[in-house]
């Protein structure tokens, strides 16, 4: 496989709904969009770095940077054998995970397209259909997040998560719990709190929540391991996660008991396979975070949660949960609870490039 031609592009798209966690909200995303070009077909993909740098240090103006002066000039002409093989011209590179995964993972899509298979096959996910999710964010009052979580529950969705932050926590989970006493409940804090809160933390384990997620700091995996010794709710990690080696020292050390994988975090689909692979051997459940993607990043996202292991509901979204108009046909729709694995080859949707063109507010295309 060698890549011919790239294009890059910075699109805009407002959501629906202001979105807030405990370091920050979004409006309007800035979404890179990368086209790759091999001999035998095309794949988009999406980098899923968030606008500041709050989530991780990564953000569309550091990703273009990446990606634009060193990644694709280097992996550009050079014949790969699989997809993960792609980055080996820029082992070099330290960090930029999302940067990063933007190319390996359009680079599984290649490759599934020269099979004519789908995402989800060439990974060895076996499900055609995959119970999800909402990730409900911070809301003005308790009583509008009581209406979401009514709305979302009519839905149909398997998984409410509620972001908590310090104030704005166990007293609104609970008239939550109240309101809805056999709801799938979650909470995600965003790393907001420190050891220091485990008295606060430990009232969660009254409501019977699914799980916290990450609690504590990224670099806090000692830290975790104590708090999850000192409650009963499960803690699942998110941003403490990078890779495999993280994953095995915070299961080591007891940090969760859960593992969020969000392929951007960590650097694309081989390393996700890895911490799914290593999960599923210890009996760790997994599931699909999300980074507030436009269509063509929850392609990927649904691809991954058709692996085994992916035992519990993702934060995969519909369409119309985030967009008034999506960036692919069709748009994603649940049914049920479930979402539709696409089956088609490559990532099983096609991208609307008319409208992702009128979106475009800056773009970078090179060829050899
Ligand atoms: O922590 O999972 C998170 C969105 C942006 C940054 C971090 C997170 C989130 C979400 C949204 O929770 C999940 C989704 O895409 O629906
Ligand atoms: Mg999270």
New binding site residues.
């Given amino acids: 496989m060698k890549i011919r031609r790239v294009e890059l592009r910075e699109v805009h798209l407002r959501l629906r709904e202001r979105?807030e966690?405990s370091s920050g909200g979004?409006q309007e995303r800035r979404i890179l969009l990368l086209r790759m070009e091999d001999e035998e077909g095309e794949a988009w993909s999406e980098c899923v770095a968030?606008e500041a740098p709050?989530?991780s240090y990564e953000t569309p103006d550091t990703a273009w940077h990446i990606l634009t002066d060193y990644v694709l000039p280097a992996v550009m002409g050079v014949e790969f054998e699989s997809p993960s093989a792609v980055l080996d011209p820029v082992s070099w590179i330290r960090g930029h995970p999302m940067a990063l995964a933007t190319v390996e993972m359009g680079a599984w899509a290649l490759e599934a397209v020269r099979r004519r298979t789908s995402l989800s096959s060439l990974l060895g996910g076996g499900r055609m259909a995959v119970p999800v999710g909402?990730?409900v964010?911070l809301q003005g009052t308790d009583d509008e997040l009581l209406r979401q979580v009514e709305k979302h529950l009519a839905a149909g969705y398997r998984k409410i998560?509620v972001?908590i932050k310090p104030g704005r926590d166990v007293d609104m989970l609970r008239k939550v719990r109240d309101r809805f006493p056999e709801a799938p409940l979650m909470a995600?804090a965003?790393s907001s709190y420190s050891l220091a809160d485990t008295t606060r933390l430990k009232e969660l384990d009254d409501l019977h929540l699914m799980m916290v997620?990450?609690p504590l700091g990224s670099e806090d995996l000692r830290e975790h391991a104590l708090l999850q010794a000192s409650i009963e709710t499960p803690i699942c990690l998110?941003?403490s996660i990078r890779s495999a080696g993280d994953t095995l020292l915070a299961l080591e050390l007891g940090s969760g008991r859960i593992i969020?994988i969000?392929p951007g975090r960590v650097g694309g689909f081989a390393s996700s396979r890895e911490i799914h692979d290593l999960c599923a051997g210890r009996g760790v459940p997994v599931w699909c975070?999300?980074?507030?993607?436009s269509g063509v990043g929850r392609a990927y996202n649904l691809a991954l949660a058709s692996l085994s292991n992916f035992s519990l509901p993702g934060?995969?979204?519909e369409s119309r949960?985030?967009w008034k108009e999506d960036v692919v046909e069709p748009e994603f729709v649940m049914d049920q609870g479930f979402m539709a694995v696409p089956q088609a080859p490559g990532i099983g949707v096609e991208v609307r490039v008319d409208r992702v063109e009128k979106l475009t507010r800056r773009r970078w295309t090179h060829a050899m």
């Fill in positions: 979105f966690i979004w968030a709050n989530y909402v990730s964010g998560k972001k995600d965003n997620e990450q998110d941003e969020n969000k975070g999300g980074m507030l993607e934060d995969i979204s949960r985030y």
